[in-house]
């Protein structure tokens, strides 16, 4: 018994020392040759550098009910959409792939199956997991404007038990077919994140909000601080674009092959694939300012421009 707690012990001590080496060898940066095109990645329609809300807004004044896609690119489509007061979606779920959303203004319940129906607001960002079903429905005397995250180039399936009746696509039709097997939330994952509430008011912590094997969506919040120097460029991703929302205050990012954009609430910001970027808080001494970044397949590859500083 004495020999067999003693092989234990050192297996134990040995796994803990390889773990230990192991973190040690991780916090090391390593270099690489790492590939960028020679020509910049373009900007493809209706992708754009810098989309600030109040254009948005302004291209849809005095409609009550209308959408824009913002983003749109292999993973992603991301959308602005109003709807008019007491107007709702019908019941549906993704097949493979969360959804996501942040308010922007009015009010919207949100009924999602295994849930409570809660009422989300200005700064609530809310999210569902793939094959749970939900429906959404504008309350109040106001319309209410989300920004919607899903997989791109997927349809929606609609829950028969619920006499919801699917849309008419062209070129597609639907099928009754059975399934098995849903989403689920869990630590990583909750239903909602009361931003201006849980974060603003009580001081608590950014971090991730959505976080599965597709999508990595990061609350990130800190105090203004000072630009760094243009030679500063931050990191790019080999393999994808990365966009954000702003939550809170001012943020000023820098695009490889770009000008300095300084973005507010609302406004979307994107960055190519293989462009270097920087974002920073900006604002007034002592301010906060958040964006909400977005990117696929965490945990991503940051490949980080060596001995540059400031700027994330």
Same mark, same amino acid.
């Given at each position: 018994?004495?020999?067999?707690?003693?092989?234990?012990?050192?297996? /134990?001590?040995?796994?803990?020392?390889?773990?230990?080496?192991?973190?040690?060898?991780?916090?090391?940066?390593?270099?690489?040759?790492?590939?960028?095109? *020679?020509?910049?990645?373009?900007?493809?329609?209706?992708?754009?550098?810098?989309?600030?809300?109040?254009?948005?807004?302004?291209?849809?004044?005095?409609?009550?009910?209308?959408?824009?896609?913002?983003?749109?690119?292999?993973?992603?489509? /991301?959308?602005?959409?109003?709807?008019?007061?007491?107007?709702?979606?019908?019941?549906?779920?993704?097949?493979?792939?969360?959804?996501?959303?942040?308010?922007?203004?009015? /009010?919207?319940?949100?009924?999602?199956?295994?849930? +409570?129906?809660?009422? /989300?607001?200005?700064?609530?960002?809310?999210?569902?997991?793939?094959?749970?079903?939900?429906?959404? +429905?504008?309350?109040?005397?106001?319309?209410?404007? @989300?920004? +919607?995250?899903?997989?791109?180039?997927?349809?929606?399936?609609?829950?028969?038990?619920?006499? &919801?009746?699917?849309?008419?696509?062209?070129?597609?039709?639907?099928?009754?077919?059975?399934?098995?097997?849903?989403?689920?939330?869990?630590?990583?994952?909750?239903?909602?994140?009361?931003?201006?509430?849980?974060?603003?008011?009580?001081?608590?912590?950014?971090?991730?909000?959505?976080?599965?094997?597709?999508?990595?969506?990061?609350?990130?919040?800190?105090?203004?601080?000072?630009?760094?120097?243009?030679?500063?460029?931050?990191?790019?991703?080999?393999?994808?674009?990365?966009?954000?929302?702003?939550?809170?205050? *001012?943020?000023?990012?820098?695009?490889?092959? +770009?000008?300095?954009? @300084?973005?507010?609430?609302?406004?979307?910001?994107?960055?190519?694939?293989?462009?270097?970027?920087?974002? &920073?808080?900006?604002?007034?001494?002592?301010?906060?300012?958040?964006?909400?970044?977005?990117?696929? @397949?965490?945990?991503?590859?940051?490949?980080?421009?060596?001995?540059?500083?400031?700027?994330?």
């Amino acid at each position: 018994m004495r020999i067999r707690n003693g092989i234990l012990a050192a297996t /134990a001590l040995s796994s803990l020392l390889g773990f230990g080496t192991a973190l040690a060898q991780r916090a090391q940066p390593m270099t690489a040759w790492a590939p960028q095109p *020679e020509k910049l990645a373009p900007f493809k329609a209706p992708n754009k550098l810098y989309q600030p809300l109040s254009a948005v807004l302004a291209k849809h004044k005095g409609q009550k009910s209308w959408s824009q896609t913002m983003v749109l690119d292999r993973d992603y489509i /991301a959308e602005y959409i109003q709807m008019a007061p007491g107007e709702k979606t019908r019941i549906q779920f993704w097949a493979d792939d969360r959804i996501f959303w942040v308010v922007q203004s009015g /009010a919207i319940r949100f009924t999602i199956e295994g849930q +409570e129906p809660f009422v /989300a607001t200005k700064g609530f960002i809310v999210q569902v997991p793939y094959r749970v079903p939900y429906s959404l +429905e504008t309350v109040g005397d106001e319309p209410s404007l @989300r920004f +919607e995250v899903r997989a791109a180039h997927e349809i929606p399936s609609y829950p028969v038990a619920d006499n &919801t009746q699917p849309p008419k696509l062209k070129g597609w039709k639907f099928t009754q077919a059975t399934y098995t097997g849903k989403g689920k939330y869990d630590a990583d994952n909750k239903p909602y994140l009361d931003f201006n509430k849980t974060i603003v008011q009580e001081g608590g912590r950014g971090g991730g909000f959505v976080k599965d094997d597709h999508t990595w969506a990061n609350v990130i919040r800190g105090a203004a601080a000072p630009l760094p120097a243009d030679t500063s460029w931050g990191h790019f991703h080999e393999n994808f674009d990365e966009f954000w929302i702003i939550l809170e205050g *001012e943020e000023d990012f820098l695009i490889q092959g +770009e000008k300095l954009v @300084r973005a507010f609430p609302g406004d979307i910001v994107f960055a190519p694939e293989e462009r270097w970027h920087r974002a &920073t808080h900006n604002g007034p001494v002592g301010t906060m300012s958040t964006r909400l970044a977005i990117t696929p @397949r965490p945990p991503s590859l940051h490949y980080m421009q060596p001995g540059a500083t400031g700027g994330e």
